[in-house]
C-alpha cells in the first residue's frame, strides 16, 4: 500500500536550519508532482509548496518563498524540503502528500502522518 | 491572494443532512476538493473536481458548485462524521485551502 514516512522535524532556534524528508513506498513516485503542506498548532492547512515528476518546476508559498527549498530524489523515493531562517511562525505540523493530477485539478490523495516542527528559542 | 472562505462550524443532528459552503472569486471556474480531518489524524480526500468520490469514500459525501460556491454536503450524518473539514482548489499553479469548518454532530 502507499506510504509516505516524514521524518526531520524538531526544535529548532529562531533563524535557524532543518532539513525535512518524506520517503514514498507502494507508489511510482517519479509518476507525481509532491507537495508539502503544514499545519500549525490549532490552525488551519497551509500548502507550502509543490514539485514537478523531474524536479524542474517548483512552487513556493509567499510565507517562505526564499527561505524554504523543495526538491526530490526519484532514485530514492524521497521527497525533501530544506527550511532555512526559520521564524517562530514556520511552527507546524509538516505533511508531505501526493498529488494526483496537476495543479489546475489535482488532488492530495495520499498524505504521511505528518513531522512536528517547532521553532522557538 | 486568492481566499476561500468557509463557515467555521456548522453544528447538525445526527441522521440529518449537514452543507460545508466554500466561497471564492470566480470558484465555479476552478476544481475543488474537500478534505476532512479528525483529530491527530492526517486529513483524508473526500470530493476531488468538485463532485467526484474516491474509492472508499461514503456515498453519504458529495459535492457540488454553483457560481462561487461550492458545496460539500453529509447526508445521514453520523457521529463519526464529527471533524474538520476543508475545501481545496488551486490559483496559478499554488494550491489554497479554505481555514476550516468543524462539524459537530449534536
Known amino acids: 500500500q502507499v506510504q509516505l514516512v516524514e521524518s526531520g522535524g524538531g526544535l529548532v532556534k529562531p533563524g535557524g536550519s532543518l532539513r525535512l524528508s518524506c520517503a514514498a513506498s507502494g507508489i511510482t513516485f517519479s509518476d507525481y508532482y509532491m507537495s508539502w503542506i503544514r499545519q500549525a498548532p490549532g490552525k488551519g492547512l497551509e500548502w507550502v509548496s509543490h514539485?514537478?515528476?523531474?524536479?524542474?518546476?517548483?512552487y513556493y508559498a509567499d510565507s517562505v518563498k526564499g527561505r524554504f527549498s523543495i526538491s526530490r530524489d526519484n532514485a530514492q523515493n524521497s521527497l525533501y524540503l530544506e527550511m532555512n531562517s526559520l521564524r517562530a511562525e514556520d511552527t507546524a505540523v509538516y505533511y508531505c502528500?501526493?498529488?494526483?493530477?496537476?495543479?489546475?485539478?489535482?488532488?492530495?490523495?495520499?498524505w504521511g502522518q505528518g513531522t512536528p516542527l517547532t521553532v522557538s528559542s | 491572494s486568492y481566499e476561500l472562505t468557509q463557515p467555521p462550524s456548522v453544528s447538525v443532528s445526527p441522521g440529518q443532512t449537514a452543507s460545508i459552503t466554500c466561497s471564492g472569486n470566480?470558484?465555479?471556474?476552478?476544481?475543488t476538493s474537500w478534505y476532512q480531518q479528525k483529530p491527530g489524524q492526517s486529513p483524508v480526500v473526500l470530493i476531488y473536481?468538485?463532485?467526484k468520490r474516491p474509492y472508499g469514500i461514503s456515498w453519504r459525501f458529495s459535492g457540488s458548485t454553483s457560481g462561487n460556491t461550492a458545496t460539500l454536503t453529509i447526508s445521514a450524518t453520523q457521529a463519526m462524521d464529527e471533524a474538520d473539514y476543508y475545501c481545496?482548489?488551486?490559483?496559478?499553479?499554488?494550491?489554497?485551502f479554505g481555514a476550516g469548518t468543524k462539524v459537530t454532530v449534536l
Open positions: 514539485i514537478s515528476t523531474s524536479g524542474s518546476t517548483k
Open positions: 473536481q468538485d463532485n
Open positions: 470566480k470558484l465555479g471556474d476552478k476544481y
Open positions: 502528500a501526493r498529488l494526483n493530477g496537476d495543479t489546475a485539478m489535482g488532488y492530495f490523495d495520499y
Open positions: 481545496q482548489t488551486w490559483d496559478i499553479s499554488t494550491a489554497v
